[in-house]
């Protein structure tokens, strides 16, 4: 694959006409988002044989907008050179080889929409926008040229290939004319006949009109453009120009003509399995390309995605092929927007294609048949999973609704990926295999759906019928809890799906029985645990591989652990602080079986915590446990971390992805950065191991790339520091530059139907231009996805855009400014007419307006009313005419009876009903005495008023309740939700009133109602303080949202909230409110890690009145004040980097004498310490307390507090005589130290603690042999060990001060090199010592060395201890042999990698020089390199080595002890430097030491150096 790792893309960008090109020999660029990525095509791509020849090579990045046109130059020796338009409305030049701009120009004012490099003219590049300005821009002389044709939208433009200054252009109206830019942009012909938007336009690639045989077209008239003689055009000869249309038809042009010479319509194309879908028509796109070497075929697209090659010899038939009509499937499946042709370096005539379905697709024009296909992706990458059945298929949910099945094991395609869309109609977040079985794939979306896909078979997937109310974050496969777990064997399935919603609840899916409902298991763990207060919220869920532990990590960073079959909560971690993102458990197949116990984490902090959970699962105490120390800390990250993956080839190997744009590979053991990777443009989401290439990962991000890389090729050993994470830059580059042309006309920027198709179908667009963006992070986060980041350098860009479009811009703000004036101007003058009418009084609206106004008719009329109405008064029998004449004359219901009476109201009412005056028609309707259908009509209409109700009761009680329930309805339509709650009140409906408030988050005004109406222990009291709570601690109001759980009486819950900012302040405040409430377990841990966080800020006075809040942290405050005396001494004496100023306690100060006997003044003192009970007490509250062992990574402020807790315990144990356990405590003091690498904190403790040496200890113990004589033994010889060094350098001159000794690096620089390093001083400062033999001084020196040798030299004796040099040995033998194993296998899965290249190129060049410095720096000496070992020769090592280690004593096993054979040698440097001062008898010793135990490599040649 070469050195670029493996990239699924972003999408090509739809709806424009030229955003893709190819050049000859094979490069191959598309524009996807706001970048151009470049693809190799042919021999040329390296492909691994038997793979289709293409590979992603790069990306030109630049943009800060959409880019919506890319070109090549097509000129022979400029074909690196390309051309790109953008949203952000700067034309580019770039370099492909260089990858980087040329040069730019922002001359456009408005959204460019074409762009083209003429093929006949070497620098020109010609391009157009939305209002139908063109500019043509010459490169090499940077000149420009503004053209305005027409006042119309441009969609496509292209150079005539046989003219320097033709240039065809089609608007979204279907026009399409031929300009001559020479003459200002002349129109030579315009071209009437399509009309749609015109999205192609082609020339025909031969000149003159020779080539086709047309005769004029039938329905065409003869036309003389612009009334011009064609003679006298420069095109006389002419030219064939081809033209796709929305119309649905390709039309060809003639140039000498100025006239269409053939119309082609495109065929209905019916597919297997139905008709054509309605909507297709609507949506089509129609591309041309006509190849150059066959100007009788033009290739199109058409409706559906199919390519046709139209035969244009018989213009009256109307002839086509379809591309790939023998293969079914092969086709693209939706609109295709570009076609370009590409001649490979061997001579191959292809074609590509981008189309709405996502896919890039190649042609071979000899055949017409897909050579291969590259997907890309629509959205962000969310999810990963590779199956544990199929190995090597990949699911990637993508947030264009879309999971992606990649078998990246396919020899013949290194893209063989299918897509699945069914029932998924969402973002897909989450993804996970079922363990076992073969294609069954769980899915969560955006939307809350938790789905089951089979992928063998083409059924649409199961939805389960309980959904989230949020986004899916997490899905996993787990053993049935009860209920499911209820049934027998057979009746419940082995493995159930656990999903993790947005709102913070874990729901349990039956496989077999998704349409049933999901269980909460929350309820499972609150009985279980018999749990009071409110659970967290969850926010990850996770189970150990064997199925019998589970982890939830939830919103305030706790991580519980829990037992099953039902979820016994047996241990609680408080690392994180803030929202836990992602868990990943140890796998169980390494070499250390016990290392499956150990569980990372990672939040929206940036760091990675590893806890080891082996002795909290194994020990089966009865009440949880709760952890505040990891086993492991991994910083590096600058962001929130969204992914971990254990690998599955190594032992303690995680890789993390994280919100900084990196992933990172670490050795959590050593807590040791390896590599990382900054391939990703973006924020990473999702990261996981090749479960076959141990070197190999993938990754995803919101860069809408999925990215395949090696962990070998990375150049970067740790994330980037110091520089702003991609979060702040995005929001700078996210800042909306000022374009107020936009706001004028917000349509003219898209056409209305693609912006319909733009919104129901590119995902794509949707999330990279608003916060559509992902559930899956915080609100913060949502605005930055709105633009995607982009490296420093375009800042320049970004900042010179506005300026140069200032001169367009005044105008129109200028004209704005006059409207608003007018606009302003009218609305100041409203109030004066309106003052001026109410003087005048205004008269009242009649209630009868037309019965008023038929009363004013004319005479006659009138009069007949009269006739009318005494005819209808006096007729004894009811007449049909009468009653004719009364209903036209509605207005004598006045003066008739009640029924014609009623329908004059009725008329009335209507008329203003009509004229929209609610208001008098419910009055009429009173005045008729229908209340209850006035209150009816206006509740339908929504036009109750508070007078209408008051008035209800007038109509009865039932109707009255009814009435002010209607207006309250109507009152919460129009959002007036306080008010509609008073009116529920008036009717005396408490509870709806309450529940209304609370529904709309009305919380406070909720409360204040029930605590006034309802009982104090009404439960729905409680529950509004805990919603309202809830609210408030995710907005981040922690204070207040402590006072609802305090008023609800859940006071647990109001401290943890409380601890939530974990600021010194709020853990005080919070553990103090714990005290008082009687939680004095919680109340500790917070007072403890408020101690710890002033602890950090080197606030001692602080720290100590933080852990006086609770008498159980006595025992720390002891380790504490011991941490602040010692901090002190190592500040004195300058040993400790101190960069801000400290606040001691008072008892620091002064005090002298021997530091133990300080320390034990100072606890008499300050705590009054002083009776041995109170001495036992604080021990066992310290007992209590284990910290884990350091490496060479631990930060120093954690080390002196580690090491101070052993230090404490041990000085209390000597206090009440223990000194088995003092000799103990101590020793593992001075293995922190040792262990750390830090000399010298290690021999400040020695001096401290040990000022007179150990004898004193000695005489404590005793001779007899007591079970603490072998930690004795080696913490004498640690002290001895510390002595001996500084005396060999004291021995060898002034050397360079260093402060820190770092022990592995000493292990690998030996001896030999160290004394080296320390005689390569400069000559000034050895001058005394070695070159000028002063006659006096050099007997005194070496006398006084001697004393004091003797005295160091008879105590090493002690060092030269047979039984641990022989222990040693064998562990180092058994650790050389595991190192050779593990480079057996990487060296043979190398060979096994680099097998299928072995027939094919060379290896690549940087792969042999790795290879080169990976043997050279194994193989230093040739004899180890001429000495290959045998697999067995090297197991038979092995065993004796462990059989040895087996038979010494375990005493003699349990307590470290110094390197035997490295103190042999500091002794056989200083007989070699001071030859008087080593005794004959020692050196012997030594030698002998060495000869028989250094048979390994680190020690071989030292044996060489000094017993030869």
Known sequence: MGQEPRVLPPSPNWYCARCSDAVPGGLFGFAARTSVFLVRVGPGADAIPGTPPFRVIGELVGHTERVSGFTFSHHPGQYNLCATSSDDGTVKIWDVETKTVVTEHALHQHTISALHWSPRVKDLIVSGDEKGVVFCYWLNRNDSQHLFIEPRTILCLTCSPHHEDLIAIGYKDGIVVIIDISKKGEVIHRLRGHDDEIHSIAWCPLPGEDCLSINQEENSEPEIPNGKVIAQTPVAKGCYLATGSKDQTIRIWSCSRGRGVMMLKLPSLKRRGGGIDPTVKERLWLTLHWPKDQPTQLVSSCFGGELLLWDLTQSWRRKYTLFSASSEGQNHSRIVFNLCPLQTEDDKQLLLSTSMDRDVKCWDMATLECCWTLPSLGGFAYSLAFSPVDTGCLAIGVGDGMI?????????????????????????????????????????????????????????????????KKTVYTLAWGPPVPPTALGGEGDRPSLTLYSCGGEGIVLQHNPWKLSGEAFDINKLIRDTNSITYKLPVHTEISWKADGKIMALGNEDGSIEIFRVPNLKLICTIQQHHKLVNTISWHHEHGSQ??????????????????????????????????????????????????????????????????????????????????????????????????????????????????????????????????????????????????????????????????????????????????????????????????????????????????????????????????????????????????????????????????????????????????????????????????????????????????????????????????????????????????????????????????????????????????????????????????????????????????????????????????????????????????????????????????????????????????????????????????????????????????????????????????????????????????????????????????????????????????????????????????????????VRQLQSVKYPSATSNTPSKQLLLHLCHDLTLAVLSQQVASWDTAVEELLRAVMR?????????????????????????????????????????????????????????????????????????????????????????????????????????????????????????????????????????????????????????????????????????????????????????QHQCKEEKSEPVSLPELTKRLTEANERIAKFPESIKTWPFPDVLECCLILLHIKSQHPGCVTHEMQQQAQELLQKYSNTKVYKRHCQTFCT
């Not at 992928?455 to 389960?464: A, E, L, N, R």
């Open 404 to 468: 992606r099945i990649w078998n990246t094991l396919s020899i013949k395609n290194n893209y063989d990926v299918k897509n699945f869309w069914q029932g998924v109609k969402s973002k897909v977040t989450a993804l996970c295999w079922h363990p076992t079985k073969e294609g069954c794939l769980a899915f969560g979306t955006d939307d809350g759906k938790v789905g089951l896909y089979d992928t063998y078979s083409s059924k649409p997937p199961q939805i389960s019928s309980t959904y989230h």
């Open 593 to 1178: 079986p016990e290392l499956s116990y150990l569980m990372a984490s990672g939040s929206n902090n940036a760091v990675i915590y590893v806890h080891n959970l082996q002795t909290v699962i194994e020990s089966n105490s009865e009440s949880p446990v709760t952890i505040t120390e990891p086993y492991r800390t991994l910083s590096g990250h600058t962001a929130k971390i969204t992914s971990l993956a254990w690998s599955p080839h190594h032992d303690g190997r995680l890789v993390s992805a994280s919100y900084d744009g990196t992933a990172q590979v670490w050795d959590t053991l050593q807590e040791e950065p390896l590599c990382n990777f900054r391939g990703h443009r973006g924020r990473l989401f999702c990261v996981v191991w090749s479960p076959l290439d141990p070197d190999c990962i993938y990754s995803g991000a919101d860069d809408f790339c999925v990215y395949k890389w090696l962990t070998s090729m990375q150049e970067h050993s740790r994330p980037p520091q110091g520089k702003k994470s991609i979060e702040l830059e995005k929001k700078r580059l996210s800042q909306p530059k000022p374009k107020p042309k936009k706001k004028k006309k917000p349509t003219s920027r898209v056409p209305i139907k693609q912006e319909l198709c733009d919104r129901n179908e590119d995902e794509g667009v949707k999330e990279s231009s608003g916060p559509v963006e992902n559930g899956v992070s915080d609100q913060e986060t949502e605005e930055e996805a709105r633009e995607p980041e982009l490296p420093c350098a375009v800042t320049s860009a970004v900042s010179k855009e506005p300026i140069s479009c200032t001169p367009v811009s005044v105008g129109f703000e200028k004209s704005k400014v006059t409207i608003n004036n007018k606009v302003t101007l009218l609305k100041k003058e409203l109030p004066k007419e309106k003052s001026e009418a109410l003087m005048k009084k205004r008269k009242a609206r009649s209630i009868l307006p037309l019965s008023t106004s038929l009363d004013h008719r004319s005479k006659e009329e009138i009069h007949q009313d009269c006739l009318v109405l005494a005819t209808a008064k006096h007729s004894k029998e009811p007449n049909e005419d009468v009653s004719a004449d009364l209903e036209e004359r509605f207005h004598l219901g006045l003066f008739t009876d009640r029924a014609t009476l009623y329908r004059m109201i009725e008329v009335e009412g209507k008329g203003h009903l009509e004229n929209g005056h609610p208001e008098l028609f419910h009055q009429l309707m009173l005045w008729k005495g229908d209340l209850k259908g006035v209150l009816r009509t206006a509740a339908e209409r929504g036009e109750l008023t508070d007078n209408l109700v008051a008035m209800a009761p007038v109509a009865g009680y039932h109707v009255w309740v009814w009435a002010v329930e209607a207006f309250a309805k109507q009152l919460c339509f129009q959002d007036q939700y306080v008010k509609a709650a008073s009116h529920l009140l008036s009717i005396h409906k408490v509870y709806e009133a309450v529940e209304l408030l609370k529904s709309n988050h009305f919380y406070r005004e909720a409360i204040a109602v029930a605590k006034a109406r309802l009982r104090p222990e009404d439960p729905i009291l409680k529950d509004l303080y805990l919603s309202w709570g809830a609210v408030l601690e995710k907005d981040g109001h922690y204070a207040l949202a402590a006072k609802c759980y305090l008023g609800a009486t859940s006071a647990y819950d109001a401290a943890k909230v409380l601890s939530k900012k974990g600021d010194a302040t709020s853990l005080r405040t919070a553990a103090e409110l714990a005290s008082i409430v009687g939680e004095n377990e919680l109340s500790a841990s917070l007072a403890l890690r408020c101690a710890q966080e002033l602890l950090l800020a080197r606030n001692w006075v602080g720290a100590q009145e933080a852990l006086h809040l609770h008498e159980s942290l006595k025992g720390q405050r002891l380790v504490f004040c011991l941490l602040e005396l010692l901090s002190k001494h190592l500040e004195e004496k300058q040993l400790l980097e101190v960069k801000s100023s400290s606040s001691y306690n008072a008892w620091t100060a002064g005090g002298e004498g021997p530091f133990v006997e300080r320390v034990t003044a100072v606890w008499k003192t300050a705590f009054s310490l002083d009776s041995p009970e109170q001495y036992q007490a604080a």
């Open 1233 to 1417: 130290s040792y262990d750390s690498g830090n000399f010298t904190i290690m021999q400040e403790v020695h001096s401290a603690f040990l000022p007179e040496g150990c004898d004193h200890l000695r005489d404590k113990l005793g001779d007899h042999q007591s079970p603490t004589t072998p930690a004795f033994k080696s913490l004498e010889a640690f002290f001895i060990y510390g002595r001996l060094y500084e005396f060999w350098w004291s021995l060898s001159g002034p050397c360079p001060e260093s402060s820190i000794w770092v022990r592995a690096a000493h292990r690998r620089m030996t001896s030999v090199e160290q004394s080296q390093q320390l005689n390569n001083v400069s000559p000034e400062e050895t001058e005394p010592k070695a070159s000028q033999p002063e006659p006096s001084r050099p007997p005194e020196l070496d006398v006084r060395l001697t004393e004091e040798g003797e005295q160091i030299l008879r105590a090493c004796k002690e060092l030269f201890s047979e039984e641990h040099a022989s222990l040693q040995n064998s562990q180092r033998t058994v650790a050389e042999v595991q190192e050779t194993l593990a480079d057996m296998i990487r060296q043979h899965q190398k060979r096994q990698l680099c097998k299928p290249t072995a027939d094919g190129p060379a290896k690549n060049e940087p792969e042999q020089e790795a290879e080169q410095s990976l043997s050279g720096s």
